[in-house]
């Protein structure tokens, strides 16, 4: 027997069931899809004049963020207070892993004082499967970004928004341009489309930023970013990860934009309908000139949105495991 059949996958529980969310890797199409009609049915909470649903009150749930973010953390919060759920957000620099606590006794702490989810952005990949391993059973934890490995909101966030412009997947070509090496998003992204059933997934970049073997994660490498976008029906633009790049990878940012930012000359290349994305935080002038930013094919901001009711839908269906929820 293989490892994979011999171990139960954390993430569910005996029925199937989603406990934790820590990555798109395990999960099936019915789940994902789950998920993502789950996110349709909460989308309409944040058009109401009292934006709130009281299906996790009496919850505490712990934004645990040991690295920096703006949409993440902020739309992860929203979600959880339009749930009606408590919500700690834990100020790692101020909190006693400055004076040398371990994460497993600050985690052991907030257990004691009854939280019932953590949401983990660390810098270490496998953070949110380590702390799902020690956490105590009633507790739920939910990925918000770990190293290079994964950011399974995000990507369900990216997915809910291609569904919302494209509907169904199977006929859809996706490019993801950019810095693969370095990107969790990127990994999360393949997994979600290829198991969604999208028709084609290609990354294109420098071959210093795609993964070796990267044909193994399921996607068409291409270095050229005319060629790799030419009819694609989605455009996902990744952020320069700098911060986890060592040694001289480009040779300029000036460079980089000449051979792979998208500007609106490059996007005829894609379909007339294709739509643009990125995660955020936008380099603009590295990954894409403002004109594609702000353009007419820019869904950037919706992805956004779409943060929270995807991320209500993720801790909902986690709590229901925990006799809450959805
Ligand atoms: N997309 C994303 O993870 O953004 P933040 O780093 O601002 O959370």
Do not use: W
């Not at 919500?87 to 702490?109: F, H, M, P, Q, Y």
């Not at 934890?141 to 994964?150: E, L, P, Q, T, Y």
């Not at 990860?241 to 609106?264: C, I, V």
Request: proline share 4%; hydrophobic share 40%.
């Amino acid at each position: 027997m293989n490892n994979a059949a011999r171990t139960p996958n954390i993430q569910l529980d005996a029925n199937g069931r989603l406990r934790h969310f820590l990555s798109i890797e395990g999960l099936n199409r019915e789940l994902l899809t789950e998920i993502l009609d789950t996110a349709e049915s909460f989308a309409g909470v944040s058009e109401r004049t009292v934006k709130k649903v009281p299906l996790l009150r009496g919850k505490i749930i712990t934004n645990l963020f040991f690295e920096t973010s703006t949409r993440t953390r902020t739309t992860f919060e929203l979600a959880a207070k339009r749930l009606s759920a408590d919500v700690l957000n834990l100020n790692i620099s101020a909190s006693s892993t400055s004076k040398g606590e371990t994460l497993l006794d600050t985690l052991r702490n907030l257990e004691a004082m009854h939280c019932d989810m953590f949401v983990v952005r660390h810098g270490d990949s496998g953070a949110a499967h380590f702390i799902a391993r020690h956490a105590a059973p009633h507790v739920s934890v939910v990925n918000a970004g770990d190293g290079r490995h994964a950011h399974p909101t995000q990507a369900m966030l990216d997915m809910f928004t291609i569904r919302r412009h494209k509907g169904d997947f199977s006929r859809l070509k996706v490019a993801i341009v950019g810095d693969i090496q370095h990107s969790r998003v990127a990994r999360s992204q393949i997994m979600a489309l290829n198991t969604l059933g999208a028709a084609e997934v290609r990354i294109i970049g420098p071959r210093t930023l795609i993964p070796p073997h990267a044909e193994s994660l399921g996607a068409r490498v291409c270095h050229d970013l005319e060629e790799g976008i030419g009819d694609a029906d989605v455009v996902i633009m990744l952020r320069l990860q700098k911060e986890r790049m060592h040694g001289a990878l480009l040779p300029s940012e000036h460079e980089y934009f000449q051979l792979y930012g998208l500007t609106d000359k490059r996007l005829e290349a894609a379909r007339p309908d294709a739509i643009v994305m990125h995660p955020g935080p936008i380099n603009r002038g590295v990954e894409m000139d403002s004109q594609v930013a702000d353009g007419p094919r820019s869904v950037i901001l919706q992805q956004v949105s779409h943060g929270i009711a995807v991320r209500m839908a993720v801790m909902a269906m986690a709590m229901q495991t925990q006799g809450g929820g959805a």
